[in-house]
Structures are given as structure tokens and as C-alpha cells.
């Protein structure tokens, strides 16, 4: 079965420092692997996504995030942080490995950006 | 193009009750996929459908179901509501069924 693991139920960075929100996942065959934002009391907003070629992906609003197979990561990254960043961050995964699979969703990480 | 849209946006029912719940994907996008978010356990799945077709199921009992139109609409439907079941519903559009997922801004339901 597939999984996600977000590993910090809370990131706090200050505004312009970098920011790192952690991912890691477990799946069988190749990942499909995803992140997404949720402001309160909106809908998940698509960031960027994995599902093959370069290791490093970008994404909108200056997010990235890079892929680590051996260590099974997905960690997203912004180069400097602004406090229109807190939200709360989703990290997902679909197996690509054959047969359809649903995506499962991490637990979310709320970031909080500190002025 | 527009988004997902998703009605009622709030929707307040007491126990026992029955709702329904409806999904409309973005243009083009023929599979839709209902998720349950409550806080601390995150998103939870429930269904999702292409072209008409129940492709994959969550772990949820029987109560909750739904369907999907030709025209690629979605309803979920929740019978005999327990006060469990109170969450923000959240509906997700995607053109085929590996594509990046497009959500909708959530029904909100509250059992009482």
C-alpha cells in the first residue's frame, strides 16, 4: 500500500529565510508525486509536481521541490519565504507502477511565516 | 476556464439525515474524485469516477456513495448522518486519471 509522511506538524521560518517542508513516501512502483497549498477555508491549490525526468521540479509562486529516490523524499523548498507563504501544505503521492491507484495525501504541514 | 465548483458551500443537517452534495469539474476533465478533510487526519478519500465509472473506493462505509453524470458531474451522497461525519468535502477534477488533481473550494457540511 502506499503512504505519505509529513513529518512536522508545524514549520516556522522567519520571513526571507529559506523554507523546507518535509515529504517522504512509500510506494511499490514508480511515484507520482505532488505537492499542494490550502489557504483557510479554500480549496488545495496545485504547487508542482513529480513524475519523471529532472530531479529538482518548479513550481508556482517560487516553490520548488526535489526528488530523492534512495531516500524516498519529496521536501519543498522556497529560496526565501513571505508571510503570504503560511498556509497549509500538502505533499501526495500516486503509484505510477501499473493498474490505476488513488492518491493519498499526507496529513498536512502548517507553515507559519514570521514577519 | 472555470474551476471546480462544488454546492452547497456550507450545509448544516441533523442526525440521521441524508445530503447530497454536488461536484462540477473544470471543462474536458472527465474524472472526479471526493475526498473527506477533517483536522488531524488530513484528507481522507473517498471515491473517484471516470466517465461514469467508480475507478477506485476509500475506506468509508456504505453510506456514502456516488455517481458521476455523462456530462461528467459528480454527486456524493451521505445517508443516515452521524455527527462523525462533519467535515469540509472537498471534490477534485483531473483530465484523465493520472493527471494533476484541480480542487473545488469544499462544501462545508456541519451535523448536529
Known amino acids: 500500500a502506499q503512504s505519505v509522511a509529513q513529518p512536522e506538524d508545524q514549520v516556522n521560518v522567519a520571513e526571507g529565510n529559506p523554507l523546507t517542508v518535509k515529504c517522504t513516501y512509500s510506494v511499490s512502483g514508480n511515484p507520482y508525486l505532488f505537492w499542494y497549498v490550502q489557504y483557510p477555508n479554500r480549496g488545495l491549490q496545485f504547487l508542482l509536481k513529480y513524475i519523471t525526468g529532472d530531479n529538482l521540479v518548479k513550481g508556482s509562486y517560487g516553490f520548488e521541490a526535489e526528488f530523492n529516490k534512495s531516500q524516498t523524499s519529496f521536501h519543498l523548498k522556497k529560496p526565501s519565504a513571505l508571510v503570504s507563504d503560511s498556509a497549509l501544505y500538502f505533499c501526495a503521492v500516486r503509484d505510477g507502477g501499473g493498474g490505476y491507484q488513488k492518491v493519498t495525501f499526507g496529513i498536512g504541514t502548517k507553515l507559519q511565516v514570521i514577519p | 476556464k472555470a474551476g471546480v465548483t462544488q454546492t452547497p458551500r456550507y450545509l448544516i443537517k441533523t442526525r440521521g439525515q441524508q445530503v447530497t452534495l454536488s461536484c462540477s469539474p473544470i471543462s474536458g476533465h472527465r474524472s472526479v474524485s471526493w475526498y473527506q478533510q477533517t483536522p488531524g487526519q488530513g484528507l481522507q478519500f473517498l471515491f473517484e469516477y471516470f466517465s461514469e465509472t467508480q475507478r477506485n473506493k476509500g475506506n468509508f462505509p456504505g453510506r456514502f456513495s456516488g455517481r458521476q453524470f455523462s456530462n461528467s458531474r459528480s454527486e456524493m451522497n451521505v445517508s443516515t448522518l452521524e455527527l462523525g461525519d462533519s467535515a469540509l468535502y472537498l471534490c477534485?477534477?483531473?483530465?484523465?486519471?493520472?493527471?494533476?488533481?484541480?480542487f473545488g473550494p469544499g462544501t462545508r457540511l456541519t451535523v448536529l
Open positions: 477534485a477534477s483531473s483530465p484523465g486519471l493520472t493527471d494533476t488533481q484541480y
